[in-house]
């Protein structure tokens, strides 16, 4: 792979200033190995114009408009998964370099950089899979991406009262949650939303999906784990006749007549990890699991 002339597409966050020098490490570190970059353009145009960096050499790109090697995602978790969103189904795989707090998605830190990519052309790294989940709507359409890659979830949209979700798993009923919502997520999105709201964590690659409810009005109610090839159904009862979908965080509003069903997507996000990253260690390091304050 070193022989090999790679083609690189960047993306980042356009309100984290402190990440300059970072790229131009990346840019530099590409530039030696001739490869072929492209940039995001509102990445690009924050870098030049706000950031008044001299960038030469690099293409630009809009939208989905792009093909590479490896996408790099500059950024936090948020900067990934709108990336994860950009790339789609095109299996390219990303590297997420953290600027931001928790990087449990974008593991590599603005230190490593010079190290991971020369790992990466020397071919010293992994590929994980990630499943990707999908929302369908009869009824009211949606307007965004319809891929998740951490979770979908159904919430309220006013401040006083909870919404009823009747929701089905493969047309067997389930339950009829009375909550603030319902969040059905992926082993990846396991230790995001879903986390704060009392979920468990869910290793990536089991093949699962959880669903954990929004604040329940009942303590009989609690995350139910069920495998993704499961497809899962859903009707929504609100006093305002309408409620929000959120899809990774971008949120739509939909009519509570709209019928949802969740399932797995047909594609993957491949992710690069630097060889011997482990699960379990990230886990502690990024999440404190099992840290004893005593101590």
């Known amino acids: 792979m070193s022989d090999k002339k790679l083609r690189f597409a960047l993306f980042g966050n356009e309100y984290q200033a402190k990440k300059s020098a970072s790229i131009q490490k990346i840019l530099s570190c590409l530039s030696e190995r001739e490869a072929t970059v492209c940039i995001d353009r509102a990445f690009y145009e924050f870098l030049t114009q706000t950031e008044h960096l001299k960038i030469e050499g690099a293409q630009v790109f809009e939208g989905t408009a792009f093909d590479a090697d490896f996408v790099i995602s500059m950024g936090g978790d948020g900067t990934f998964l709108k990336a994860a969103s950009r790339v789609g189904d095109k299996q390219i795989p990303i590297i997420g370099v953290n600027m931001g707090r928790l990087g449990f998605l974008a593991d590599v830190l603005p230190s490593e950089i010079e190290s991971m990519l020369e790992d990466l052309f020397l071919g010293r790294f992994t590929i994980e899979d990630h499943a990707v989940i999908q929302i369908e709507t009869d009824g009211e359409p949606l307007q965004g991406s319809p891929y998740a890659l951490n979770d979908i979830a159904i919430l309220k949209r006013d401040n006083a009262s909870m919404i009823s979700i009747r929701t089905t798993i493969n047309d067997d009923f389930l339950v009829t949650y009375q909550a603030d919502g319902l969040i059905v997520s992926t082993p990846t999105g396991s230790t995001a939303y879903s986390l704060s709201n009392g979920g468990p964590v869910i290793v990536p690659q ?44 971008r949120s739509e509003k ?39 304050m005593r101590n």
């Open 206 to 249: 089991s093949g699962n999906l959880c669903l954990t409810p929004v604040a329940p009005h009942s303590l009989n109610i609690r995350p139910i784990v069920i495998s993704d090839d499961a497809v899962v159904t859903m009707t929504v009862e609100s006093r305002s006749h309408n409620y929000l979908v959120a899809v990774d965080g």
């Open 254 to 292: 939909l009519q509570e007549d709209t019928k949802i069903t969740i399932r797995r997507a047909p594609y993957t996000v491949r992710v690069v990890k630097k060889k011997g990253k482990r699960y379990f260690s990230t886990l502690r390091e990024k999440m404190m699991w099992g840290s004893d």
